[in-house]
């Protein structure tokens, strides 16, 4: 989490860094801060809470801070102490000569910073990134060259970070270093960059280099120098970047959220669009580069992914055992990493993760690679950390997805699947050569019925006004929409801290029944096909203890409106496709919810976009 920006150059500094810090809001926004160098000393400008804050001290200081033409910038997520004006970065040393941001944890920081202490330096956060400030500042105090002082500092940092070093007495330089955290150097014309992601130099420059580990690197307006941690330089290797400046505009929607549920559509026909040609031929994916028969003979597929990628995967792991009958474990990347896994040669293993740097699904797809297993990525940034670890990379096309709860990629990771999967049981021919037409056709269909969806999002909004002041709320599926049900509670806590909790619909009566009265809404995710029966005697049961009965189906059986008090309703799906359409109403809800009740649909409290500690 946290994002980190620094320019040198001719122009003013602080425009630049606030407008990058802008474009990595995604990564976290408790605090924020820049440190300039103002006519030769270094100046902190810090505010707690939204970005906003930072912006109108600048501007109050405008005149003086305007004349300042090197600086870095930070916004944060709190990993060690609160968010506060004290914690947020840039941090300092004692003589308030160097500053720093960093986006990680340094896993050492106690011991660092005891020995820090017992050598006078003076504390001032309760944040592990301070040891970074007097380290740095103590290394120069013995070398008097910062890149050196950097370096010497990294050796002795146990732990994940991207960090940026100004020093007063040294004149338009920055130094910059990576270890497990996105750092990426942009390259201008008498000005130099470096950010955590491309969106903070996208409008300056399209010339960039991503950093390695342990590579330090020293950026002044005419010259970036690359050295390794052992000192040897290193070559440039600058890369034209395929970007446009990201327009993040919410184009007449309220919020990004609204705006990204309502691309559905189109991401949908963006995903199919020259994978998926015509019913009889086969599904294109170059990108799997995994060897046919290799393919043909897997034995094990393991899935590891967070949060909603999770509940991506999980679909994905119905659709591929479904199809092509191979055995396939989707695991939380937080708990495949702490665990003796069998993944060795024979597994795929498939990381799945919209931003493409979140921590916990690196380390899981690394620790795999060395394991000699073939890595399968589906991200939304193929130009990411994890992406540049895959053997294969499939790209879900979603854009850039500016809400932090995640609805278009979720989208598009489950298209992507439908697609692996179908192509996977080609390779194999392991399904009927019909029903394979047959799931391309209404595949096809499918973007036309989430609009159908949209049109009618009227009646998904008086049901969340409705249901809009409950404590509580309890989603049910089964089958290959267990997953929906989960994601569908996930989507609503996260932006209106309702505590809502996604059940098997089977694992009602095993305990969580109890809670249910009068006051618990309990929503049916009520496909028509295998499960459909089950789940409606499951709705019964909790109709039975006066729970609020609420049902999302595609059943046009009038019986339903004695069972449920409100009914949302979606076009007719084949039951295997119907998690990409059963979502749709559910990102609604959970989003005129949270809108009903004021909150902050897009940055909602507590949590970043994109989460890179683990
Ligand atoms: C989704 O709404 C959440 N913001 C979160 O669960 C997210 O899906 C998770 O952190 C994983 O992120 P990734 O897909 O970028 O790896």
């Known amino acids: ?83 506060s004006v004290e914690n947020a970065h840039p941090h300092t040393c004692n003589c308030g000569k160097v500053a720093i941001v960093h986006n990680g944890i340094i896993e050492n920081f106690k011991e660092l910073k005891a020995k820090l202490e017992a050598n006078g330096c003076t504390f001032r956060s309760q ?66 960059f470096v950010a955590s992601d491309i969106p903070a130099l996208i409008k300056y420059t399209k010339k960039a280099m991503y950093l ?68 009889d031929a086969p599904i294109e994916l170059n990108e799997v580069t995994l060897n046919k028969e290799k ?44 665990r003796k896994t069998i993944t060795n ?61 995640a609805t278009k990629s979720y989208m ?18 392991s399904m009927p050569k019909d029903e394979v037409s047959k799931l391309k056709h209404e595949l096809i269909l499918l973007p036309q019925k989430i609009d159908n969806i949209l049109t009618a999002k009227g009646d998904i909004q008086k049901c969340a006004r409705k249901f809009a002041n409950s404590k509580d709320f309890i989603f049910i599926a089964r089958g290959v929409n267990y997953a929906t049900a989960l994601e569908g509670a996930l989507k609503l806590k996260e932006i209106s801290y309702i505590n809502a909790t996604g059940y098997t619909a089977g694992e009602l009566k095993h305990g969580p029944i109890a809670m249910l009265d009068e006051s618990m809404p309990v929503l049916s995710v009520l496909m028509k096909g295998k499960v459909y029966d089950k789940i409606l005697s499951n709705a019964e049961e909790a109709k039975a203890r006066n729970a609020r009965m609420i049902a999302l189906t595609n059943s046009e059986d009038f019986k339903l409106d004695e069972l449920f008090e409100n009914i949302i309703r979606v076009p007719d799906v084949m039951e295997i496709l119907s998690p990409a359409l059963a979502i749709v109403p559910l990102q609604l ?23 890179t500690v683990e």
């Open 212 to 279: 390695d580990d342990n590579q330090i690197v020293t950026i002044t307006p005419n010259s970036v120098k690359l050295i390794d941690i052992d000192n040897n330089p290193k070559e440039l290797k600058i890369e034209t970047l395929p970007w446009e400046p990201v327009a993040l505009s919410k184009m007449g929607y309220k919020h990004f959220m609204l705006k990204e549920i309502h691309e559905q559509p189109d991401i949908v026909r963006n995903v199919l669009a020259g994978k998926l040609r015509t019913m």
């Open 345 to 405: 040669e024979n597994t795929l293993v498939i990381g799945v993760s919209q931003s493409g740097e979140t921590a916990d699904t690196i380390t899981a797809v690394r620790q795999a690679k060395k394991k000699g297993s073939h890595i399968l990525i589906v991200t939304n940034r193929p130009d990411s950390t994890m992406a540049r670890e895959a053997d294969s990379l499939i790209p879900v096309n979603a854009g850039i997805e500016v809400s932090v709860a």
């Open 412 to 429: 598009a990771q489950l298209i992507s699947f439908y697609l692996l999967a179908i192509y996977m049981a080609e390779v194999k021919g």
């Open 1 to 83: 989490m946290c994002g980190i920006v620094g320019y040198v150059g001719s122009k003013t500094a602080v425009d630049i860094l606030i407008e990058g810090l802008t474009s990595l809001e995604y990564r976290g926004y408790d605090s924020s801060g820049v440190a300039l160098n103002i006519e030769g000393k270094v100046q902190l400008f810090k505010a707690q809470g939204k970005l906003q804050n930072l912006r109108n001290i600048v501007q109050n200081n405008y005149d003086e801070i305007s004349k300042s033409t090197i600086g870095i910038g930070h916004i944060r997520w709190a990993t060690h102490g609160v968010p």
């Open 127 to 192: 944040t592990d990134t301070e040891t970074i400030a007097h380290l740095v500042a103590t290394k120069y105090g013995e070398t008097k060259d910062l890149t050196e002082a950097v370096r010497l500092a990294t050796q002795e940092i146990e732990g994940a970070y991207a960090i940026a070093v100004i020093h007063q007495d040294v004149k338009n330089t920055i130094v910059a270093t990576r270890r497990n955290a996105p750092l990426v150097v942009g390259f201008g014309e008498d000005e130099n």
């Open 589 to 611: 809800l959970a989003y005129y919810i949270a809108e009903f009740l004021g909150k902050d649909v897009d940055q909602p409290r507590n949590l970043a976009k994109s989460v």
């Open 295 to 338: 393919l043909k003979n897997l034995s094990r597929i393991q899935i590891v992914a967070c949060g909603t990628s999770l509940h991506a995967a999980m679909v994905g792991k119905y659709l591929i055992e479904d199809f092509c009958g191979i055995p396939v474990d989707v695991e939380p990347s937080s708990e495949y990493i702490y």
